[in-house]
């Protein structure tokens, strides 16, 4: 089949997807708003709208399904005409596709449905009460993914959690498939070895500890994180720390503190950590972070009620063990004590606790690491789920 995957930072949430969907015989195109090798580009500077809208980003999206709109007639000019589009609905490029090829399949991937509790609203006692206007503006933000359930021939996420968040009379409508993990180049290697300062070799069987974040902040759990660090670097002498993330923001509002997260947490605790044992990485390249995966002893992913992080499949799958916060999305994927562990969101002592425990029991909690692992292979390797959007895309085309 010929296959259009349309995504502004493609291949984003598309990368394993496209490119196991090629290896099984279909020719796949990219469209995105950079010109990048290998994939197609449309015309897009990212300006500041007019002053006086109700809502910039929404006018944002408007444009941008614009230039999208006009991208996509040039290539059926040119003859290419797809048996299937794939598109992320949250950037409003998926608004003129069915006008486009109307004979061409919709798989749109509406990610979330807005609503407070997935920015902490309701969940995180350190936030107050929801502003007015950012409520107004989640309302706001759910217009692209309803045009494009409307026009869809079908809605794609990759988990239950995610489709749940919709009002429950357009669930029937959604298809629940992950986009996948190379579990391949995604591994254990018990020969890896990283090394972090001149001194500082590590590897795995050592007490490692990492977190990932793209942006270090409370949505995924930074805070938590950071109050558990006092306890468990005063109880296991040995432990090192190891910290993914930039300093600026990703999916809820930025710290009051200039310096972002990290230097709002260190300024309430830095004094009770061990500097030369908790070590900020920044953001790393992606065989930086699988590395560190390798050695990790504990991976610690906590969050929000949001969508699941690639990172947390990614640990999973190269050995290191979860603990993940004990909520919807995450109880997903870990059932507790079978694959990994998991503690409550806002607990900081249960979190130190539980990875201490870890931490001076190895052996006891190996067989978790490995069927962590396990799960990841059968339920998101990509090949496997390449093969159910391909059936997935086959039975629509039979009843279209």
């Not at 065989?287 to 995966?293: D, I, T």
Request: glycine share 8%.
């Amino acid at each position: 089949m010929d296959l259009l995957f349309i995504h502004q930072n493609y291949p984003g949430q598309y990368r394993n997807l496209a490119s196991a969907l090629e290896a099984q015989g279909h020719r796949v195109l990219g469209l995105g708003a950079q010109a990048r090798p290998g994939s197609l580009h449309y015309t897009w500077e990212d300006s500041q709208p007019a002053t006086g809208l109700i809502d910039a980003d929404l006018e944002r999206n408007l444009q941008r399904g614009a230039r999208v709109g006009e991208r996509c007639h040039q290539l059926r000019q040119e003859g290419f005409n797809p048996d299937a589009v794939f598109f992320h609905s949250g950037w409003g490029e998926g608004l003129y596709l069915r006008d486009v090829w109307p004979q061409a399949l919709l798989l749109a991937y509406p990610e979330l449905y807005a609503n407070p509790l997935l920015l902490g609203y309701g969940f995180d006692p350190d936030l107050a009460a929801m502003p007015e206007p950012l409520r107004q503006s989640l309302r706001r933000q759910n217009f692209m993914a309803l045009a494009a359930i409307a026009d869809a021939d079908a809605a794609v996420v990759p988990t239950r959690f995610q489709r749940d968040t919709f009002p429950a009379h357009l669930r029937t409508r959604f298809q629940v498939i992950h986009e996948g993990v190379d579990t391949a180049r995604v591994a254990p290697y018990a020969r890896r070895h990283v090394q972090l300062t001149p001194e500082l070799m590590l590897r795995p069987g050592d007490p490692v500890i990492t977190f990932v974040n793209r942006n270090l902040e409370p949505l995924r759990g930074f805070r938590t994180f950071m109050r558990a660090l006092p306890e468990i670097l005063d109880k296991n002498k040995a432990a090192q720390v190891l910290i993914v993330g930039g300093d600026g923001s990703s999916y809820g509002p930025a710290s009051a503190h200039p310096g972002g997260y990290r230097a709002e947490l260190l300024s309430l605790l830095g004094h009770r950590l061990d500097a030369a044992r908790v070590h900020f990485l920044g953001q790393v390249a992606y065989e930086q972070l699988l590395a560190l995966f390798q050695i990790s002893a504990v991976h610690v992913y906590f969050t929000y009620p949001y969508a699941l992080s690639w990172s947390v499949l990614e640990a999973m799958a190269c050995g290191a063990l979860v603990v993940g916060s004990d909520n919807e999305p995450v109880r997903e994927l870990i059932s507790h004590g079978h694959n990994g562990l998991l503690s409550p969101f806002d607990r900081a002592d249960l979190l130190a606790a539980q990875v201490l425990e870890v931490l001076d029991n190895p052996d006891r909690f190996a067989p978790l690491a490995l069927e962590g692992r396990r799960t990841i292979e059968q339920r998101y390797e990509q090949g496997h789920c390449a093969r159910a959007y391909g059936q997935l895309v086959s039975s629509l085309r039979l009843v279209s």
